[in-house]
């Protein structure tokens, strides 16, 4: 099949100081066009590289978000190369063009990135073993850590009001009542689940505005396939997709994370039997972030970690279920019905959170010093 766009032109631009042997379309991001390029070195050696278009219908000034995560990386690399680490698997790393920039926009107005790829490392789509969990969370939570100096007025905002659950909300009400697709019919207890929940998507927004939860730079989509994890030791070695990195709370973070990592099934499974959130992966992905933190979260923030969890499983299947009744525009869709596979799994985990959260909050008390 002939590739959508001009990739030879794309492949030129960028200075990989080898020679560009093959290119695959890789990875099940939802969000950007993922690319991994197999070149070949002067001494015969080889080496991986990761290219990305940057979709520029979600990320609308995709100039900024890459100073955004140009120096970050710069941040992050100081931080573990001070640490004794290695910078080339620990954090993210461009490779530049010849231009010297560190990303191209062609002449179809497509911005284009790569990275270096980070081997010996996997991104899994649902967790395998508890410990990998653990790992994810203390790579998580020392992400936090390592940004906790980086000053957030640096930051451009990509994506404004991202984790604001009271916006996602009314965004969701007005699609439900504009019906476009006349798909509402087909979804009334799911749109009706989301209706019973009103008075809790403001929890956080108010807590932030009253100035009782502290704004840190967070990352903001920390699914579980958003930490390459090491094929040996099982470490989060390296946290990645740092597109929405931005100024905002470290519980959503932390919720994100529970979200996707602590559903033993698929994101989209149709079999909801197989859906929950199971405590003992959240229990091990807590213990990995309050060390990761350094127990460094406030009370307040350690009392609102399982409201955190909710919470942010409901806003990803507010947003789901929004995109569903809206035609599908947002996330990449593969099947009929995707985005609303996606939302029934959130929405059992969120009936599931609201079962166990005594429990949740027993974990919690349990981990925090
Ligand atoms: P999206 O925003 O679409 O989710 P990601 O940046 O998360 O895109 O990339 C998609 C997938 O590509 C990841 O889940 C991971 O498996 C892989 N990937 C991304 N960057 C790297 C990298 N530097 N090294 C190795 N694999 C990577
Ligand atoms: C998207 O890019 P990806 O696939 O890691 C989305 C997240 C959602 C997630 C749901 C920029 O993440 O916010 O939680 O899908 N990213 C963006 O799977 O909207
Ligand atoms: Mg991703």
Redesign the pocket.
């Known amino acids: 099949m002939k590739n959508k766009y001009d990739l030879e032109d794309v492949l030129k631009q960028f200075d990989f100081k080898s020679k560009v042997m093959e290119v695959k379309p890789?990875?099940?991001?939802?969000?950007?066009?993922?690319y991994?390029v197999s070149c070949e070195k002067e001494n015969g050696s080889s080496i991986?590289?990761?290219l990305?278009r940057i979709?520029t219908s979600i990320f609308k000034t995709p100039q900024n978000l890459m100073e955004n995560i140009k120096n970050v990386t710069s941040h992050l690399r100081e931080k573990i190369v001070a640490e004794g680490r290695d910078p080339d698997r620990e954090t993210?790393?461009l490779i530049q063009t010849f231009d010297g920039n560190v990303f191209y926009k062609s002449s179809s107005a497509d911005y284009w990135r790569s990275?270096?790829?980070?081997?010996g490392?996997?991104?899994y789509q649902v967790v395998e073993n508890l410990k990998h969990f653990y790992n994810a969370g203390k790579a998580l939570g020392r992400f936090e850590e390592m940004l906790k100096d980086y000053p957030a007025d640096k930051l451009y905002e990509i994506i404004p009001d991202f984790h604001n659950t009271q916006k996602r909300y009314q965004a969701f009400v007005e699609v439900a009542t504009k019906d476009i697709m006349n798909r509402g019919k087909d979804v009334q207890a799911e749109i009706n689940f989301v209706l019973a929940r009103e008075s809790e998507v403001s929890v956080l927004v108010n807590l932030l505005k009253a100035g009782k939860l502290p704004l840190r730079v967070t990352h903001n989509?920390t699914?579980f396939?958003?930490v390459?994890i090491d094929d040996i030791t099982g470490e989060g070695i390296?946290v990645?997709?740092?597109?929405t990195i931005m100024p905002g709370l470290s519980l959503y973070d932390f919720g994100d994370s529970i979200r996707s990592g602590a559903n033993p099934a698929e994101e989209d499974e149709k079999d909801l039997s197989k859906v929950c959130m199971d405590l003992e992966l959240f229990e091990q992905f807590t213990k990995g972030f309050l060390e990761g933190t350094d127990n460094s979260l406030t009370a307040l923030e350690l009392e609102y970690l399982p409201f955190s969890a909710k919470l942010m499983t409901l806003e990803c299947g507010i947003r789901f279920l929004t995109d569903h009744l809206n035609g599908d525009t947002y996330f990449?869709i593969h099947r009929e019905n995707h985005n609303l596979d996606r939302a029934r799994t959130q929405f059992k985990m969120v009936k599931d959170m609201e079962e166990k959260f005594e429990k949740m909050q027993s974990v919690v008390k349990r981990h925090s010093k």
Do not use: P
């Open positions: 890789y990875g099940l991001g939802h969000i950007n066009d993922t991994i991986r590289f990761i990305q979709n993210l790393n990275y270096k790829f980070i081997e490392a996997q991104t989509d699914k396939n958003n390459m390296c990645i997709d740092l597109d990449k």
